[in-house]
């Protein structure tokens, strides 16, 4: 049974760092993400990486968040540093065999999710 799930939310002050854990099983993906939807907007994608290691970040955090792949874990990380009160949201992971999952006209696509993680950052 294909199964993503996350951990690792929680909260924290403005400055301070996070690292989310998603646990795949019953597949290796290629193609994976990291997600969130703070209140009141609509889901954006964070981060993916493929297997070839190459990795996009939305321009919010670049230079903050770094994604990463334990492929003999089949786990991704996303290390989060310097949090500011607008990276509240909840976190989702997502994977897919065959496309990098990402958002587009308030939707977002990819086969499989993950039941998210809260990030809270108090200023």
């Known amino acids: 049974q294909v199964q993503l799930v996350e951990s690792g939310g929680g909260s924290v002050q403005a400055g301070g760092s996070l690292r989310l854990s998603c646990a795949a099983s019953?597949?290796?993906?290629?193609?994976m993400g990291w997600f969130r939807r703070a209140p009141g907007k609509q889901r954006e994608r964070v981060s993916s990486i493929s297997t070839d290691g190459s990795t996009s970040y939305v321009d919010s955090v670049k230079g903050r968040f770094t994604i990463s792949k334990d492929n003999a874990k089949n786990t991704l990380y996303l290390q989060m540093n310097s949090l500011k009160p607008e990276d509240t949201a909840m976190y989702y992971c997502a994977a897919d065999r065959t496309f990098a999952p990402y958002c587009r006209g308030g939707h977002c696509f990819g086969s499989y999710w993950g039941q998210g993680t809260q990030v809270t950052v108090s200023s």
């Open positions: 019953g597949h290796t993906y290629i193609y």
